[in-house]
Each structure stands twice: as C-alpha cells, then as structure tokens.
C-alpha cells in the first residue's frame, strides 16, 4: 500500500474562533504505482488532503499511512508540486533542483549528477544555468517537477499543478507530465478542478463532497495509454467519464 | 530561445545610445546651474556673504584645505558615516530578523518599535553629548539609530510576507528551521533588505552632520557650524557639497552591490 487515509477528519480554527471542519472523516487507498485523482468543489479540503500526506500538518482525527508508515511529520517518502512553481529566483534551475536534496546529506556530485539527470528527463537539458525568470511557465512548472523527482520520493503529489497554463502549454505538459511519471513508476495524486485533465491523466478518480468534503465517489477509469493524455484525449468515452463525475459533483442542481 | 541570444547584442546599442544622451544631458543641466549660480547672484546684487558665487566657494575650498584641514574634516565625517552605517544596519538587520523569527516578541516590542521609529532621532544629540562627553561617540550613536530603524523595518516587513508556501516546501524537504532561515527566508527578503540600505545610508549622512553640528571640533558639520558663526557662507556651501558628495559615494556603491546581488531579478526593458 502506497498510501492510506484512515477515517482522516481535520479541523482547522478559523480567526474568529470557531471550528472549521474541512474534511469529514476520509478513508482511501492509492496502490503502488497507481495514479489517482481527486477532484471536487473549491474550498473542499483538496489541498489539505495533499498538506496531511506530505506531514505538514497532522490530522484531527484518524491516521495517515505512506508506505505504512504512519505520517507524523514532514517525511522522505513524499515530494508535492503545487500550482505556484516555487522555484527559488536567486537560484539557477539546476541548483533549483538539488534544492530538496540538500538537507538530505546527498553528496555535492551526486547532487549536481542526479539534478542533471532530472533535468534531461524533463526536457530542459540546456537551461540549467538559466534563472527561473527566464524560462516560460510551462519550464518552470517541469523545472519544479524535476526538483520534485530528484528526491526519488515514491509518491508525487500535485495540486493543481496545469492550472495556471494556457490550454496548449497544459495538453503538451499533461503529456510530459504522464510520460515521466509513467517511465518512473511513481505512485501519483493528482489534485484538480479539471474533470477531462482527471479523466486524462488518471487509473482512478476520488469525487470529494463540498465542504466539509468526503469521498463521494470513486471512478475506475478503463482506458489505455495513460501515458500518453492526447492519445486519450481523442477516444469517445472520456467525455462519458467526464459527465460520470459531473454527475456526482451534483453541478447541475447548483446551476439553477 | 536561441533566435533570441542575438537580440540583446543588438539592442545594446540604442541603449548605450540613450545612456549616453542622458548623461550629456545631465552634465549640460549642471553646467547650467553652475553658469547661473556663478553670474546671477552677482546681477542681481546678492551680496557675497548671502551667495558666493561658485569661484568664491572654489577659493574658500583651496583656502579651507591649506588652513582648516579640510581634508582630515572630510575624512572623518566620511570615516563616522560608513562607521555608523555599517553598525547601525548590522544591528538594523540582526534584529529585524530574530524579530521575524519570533511572532511573540515581535508583537511584544512592535509598539516600542513604532514609537521610537517616529521620534525624532537627531534630538537625541544633545542628550549623548551629556552623557558621553564632546567627542565622538555621541555623533556615531545618533547615526546608529538614525541608520537602524529604516533597515530593521523593511527586514520585519519582508520577514512576515515571505511566501509560506515556499517555507512548507522547505518544511517537506526536511530543511532545518536554521536552514529554512539561510536558504529560503533570508534570500526572499534580500530586495527588501537592500531597499532598507539605500535609506539608510542617505540618512547615515544626517546622522553624522547633526552631531558634528551639535558637538565637537571635527568634521564637515562642524565646519558648517563654525563657517555660520563667521558669516562665512562659501564655507558652509562648501561643506554641504562635500557631505553631499560622501553620501552620494555611499549610495552609489550600495546600488552597486545592489545590482551584484540582485542580478536574479528580470529587469525592466527599457
Ligand atoms: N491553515 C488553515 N487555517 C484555517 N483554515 C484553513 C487552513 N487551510 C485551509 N483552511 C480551510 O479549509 C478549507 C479547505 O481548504 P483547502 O485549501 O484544502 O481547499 P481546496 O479544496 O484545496 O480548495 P481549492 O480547490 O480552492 O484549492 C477551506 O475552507 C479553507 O478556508
Ligand atoms: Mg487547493
């Protein structure tokens, strides 16, 4: 088991005192190797789902496992990538990269071999010594997907990692995106507002409630070359998936 | 991306162009205040002791350097300006920064911080002279705490508005809180930082003059005090040019490292 929510409820305090329940007592598994999205309603506790597995912070109730292990803080086994790059300016892109593998005791040559070899696998072979200013949106995001690998975490979490592209820069880096994840084998959750980006890109889909959220549901998606989105991107059922999921996110009734 | 590596060699040379024409006319602007400041005053009857003319002040200066010393004034002033400067934004820094780190105290001294931000720092001169005497702790004290203030805000400002996203993927990463500090904290308020310097040393300048004005027997403040007393106006033009051109120097070599450290920064294109 790659990763596991056991009956997950968090709790935030809001400023005026009182409790927010984000999410509501979530239970899920993510196999090995797996790649699962979840979507749902914004403010739905999608993005704390992501901070709670990657140890930032812990739930109220109920446990977290990541390769059976329970998390309990800020571990090796998870690298995240949100919408923001955050890659660091002052840096150039291949010490962006050996950024995470600093505080790990990682050799300074190896640092330097494996960021390169992140960086090849990413396409950006050249632009190592380029600073973050000078590449475009969709380097960026793959620099930060290189720095995010070159941890060799097992799992990959992204929140909403597309969003902020055009539609052309988000279908071409989808691909890469599902190229380099697929070559790796990397347990992966996905986190998005995209139904067909979900339905692209994914084995399964986890349809959270609105707020405080829940798994709704959960959709196996049975189709081919998830390694390859705009091969996908043409075959007749995606939009079937795509209506699936609108379904459960109940979008119609709130139209009225 | 390789199509563009030839673009800025080529726009290279309109802007060294602009570059150029701006500083001639920079020069041609000071050649005409020089022209008016020499033969205006003289037209219009200003006597000698209200305007020197730019000659008069010339000759004063010769004169100052061969009688007063003028060269051990000047470099004492300049000596206390970096002195000061360099203590008061090191504390500046420091400070801003332990205060950074700390949410509690920051809340706790943040009152003390504002109230003594506004008072007016060169007041104090008087009180260090009781205190330490006429020499020239008390000029270096008031240029210190006029120098701190400006930096230890601007570093408390960027210190609470670094992106915590980027400090929770620090965070993820393992990296230590000392770590988080050096290698994600410290950079990100680095602009800020440097902003806080280039107040601070036009006002380091402030700092010396008014304490050299108040107390002692060096320095260009002094010889302003000194020049007034005798009615001795190109004395005083003259000492003012001179702590004019320390606190230039000053800024320019700051603006310098500016564009060292900051190089990372997409610069507008002109
Ligand atoms: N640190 C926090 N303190 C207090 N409340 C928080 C905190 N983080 C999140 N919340 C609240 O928890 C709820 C879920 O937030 P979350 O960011 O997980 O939503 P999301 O599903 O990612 O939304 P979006 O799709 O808009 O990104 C929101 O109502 C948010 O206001
Ligand atoms: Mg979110």
Redesign the pocket.
Known sequence: MALEFRSVT?E????TGQN?V??NDISFRVNEGEFVSVV????????????MTAGL?QPTRGEVFVSDDLVGGPNAHVGFML?KDLLLPWRDIVSNVEFGLEARGVAKSERRDRAMAELKRCQLSGFENHYPYQLSGGMRQRAALARTLAIKPEIVLL??PFSALDAQTKLLLQNSFAGTISQTGKTTLL?T?DLSEAVLMSDRILV?SE?P?TVVAEIKVDLPHREEPLRRRVMPEVSDYAAQIFKHLKLEEKAI | MEAGAGAPAKAAKPAMNTQRNTFLASMALLALVLLAWQFLPPALDVPKFIIPTVTDCLAEMKRMWVQEGLLGHTLSTALYTVLGFAIGSLLGAVIGYLLGMSEFWEKVLSPYILALQIAPKVAFAPLFIMWFGYNSMPKLLVTVLIVFFPVLVNVLQAMRTVDRDLVNLARAYNLSRWGIFLKVEMPSTLPNLMAGLRIASTLAVIGVTVGELVGGNTGLGFLISYGGGQANAAMVFDAIVLLTVIGFLLYTVLVRIEERVLHYLPKAQQ
Do not use: M
């Open positions: 968090k935030f305090t809001t400023g927010l984000a999410v749902g309603p914004s403010g739905c506790g999608k993005s704390t789902i992501l901070s912070y919408q929140d909403e986190i507002h959270l707020r959220g």
